[in-house]
């Protein structure tokens, strides 16, 4: 179950992601559509609760497990990713605040 919870946070991340064609070589690009919604840091705003995986030193962040709006999937899609990597440090963060880190078992 935790694995389907993780996929579906990610699948939900990537049909969110404006994807375009390679051009035809012509010189002029013609995937950009002017009436299109420009899809840049804003659209990361509305979608402020992560769930990230560190390395073992705890230094870097090594992949964002999830990414939504919503504080309850949030904490469901960190949850998950604590009992699929019980030994790695996990934080749920709400933009630029950790709201709960998994520290996994003491050695």
Do not use: C
Request: aromatic letters at 10%.
């Amino acid at each position: 179950m935790a694995s389907y919870q993780t996929a579906l946070a990610y699948n939900l991340e990537i049909a969110n992601t404006p994807f375009s064609f390679a051009s035809d070589g012509n010189g002029q690009d013609d995937s950009k559509d002017p009436t299109a919604p420009d899809h840049s840091a804003a659209e990361r705003e509305d979608l402020p609760y992560k769930v990230e995986l560190w390395d073992a030193a705890k230094k870097t962040v090594v992949q964002v497990l999830a990414v939504t709006a919503n504080g309850s999937i949030g904490y469901a899609a960190y949850f998950a990713a604590t009992r699929e990597h019980p030994d790695r440090y996990i934080t749920l963060r709400h933009k630029n605040s950790i709201v709960s880190r998994w520290n996994g078992p003491a050695h």
